[in-house]
């Protein structure tokens, strides 16, 4: 079993840069696909980006792509924002799975282990 703890959210400006990190306890980080979600007040949680298990391949959402950029350790997974925008605003949360070796999914319910979420606000 897998612990995930969420850092580095916090407020920034339009066009601004942060950089969220998750680290992983308890399990054989190397095992899981690791991705990143996000879900903004009122609207359901979206696929931000994914990672697979060697780091060789990334996947990225259509409204992050060219400015997020996903990579990990052996121990963390870490989300690099770019260029923020206001819509990006939300809270984030890293996730793991392992049911799909070799690919990387965007289906929330793949995941079996969450953190329990860092805000991000940008301010425009």
């Known amino acids: 079993q897998v612990q995930l703890v969420e850092s580095g959210g916090g407020l920034i400006q339009a066009g601004g840069s942060l950089r969220l990190s998750c680290a992983a306890s308890?399990?054989?980080?190397?095992?899981?696909?690791m991705g990143w979600f996000r879900q903004a007040p009122g609207k359901e949680r979206e696929f931000v980006a994914g990672?697979?298990?060697?780091?060789?391949s990334t996947l990225y959402g259509d409204s992050v792509k060219g400015r997020f950029t996903i990579s990990r350790t052996q121990k963390t997974v870490a989300l690099q924002i770019n260029s923020a925008k206001p819509e990006d605003t939300a809270v984030y949360y890293c996730?793991?799975?392992?049911?799909?070796?070799?690919?990387?999914?965007?289906?929330?319910?793949?995941?079996?282990?969450w953190g329990q979420g860092t805000q991000v606000t940008v301010s425009s």
């Open positions: 996730a793991a799975e392992r049911h799909s070796p070799g690919l990387i999914r965007r289906e929330i319910r793949l995941y079996d282990y």
């Open positions: 308890g399990g054989t980080f190397s095992m899981y696909t």
């Open positions: 990672i697979s298990m060697s780091g060789s």
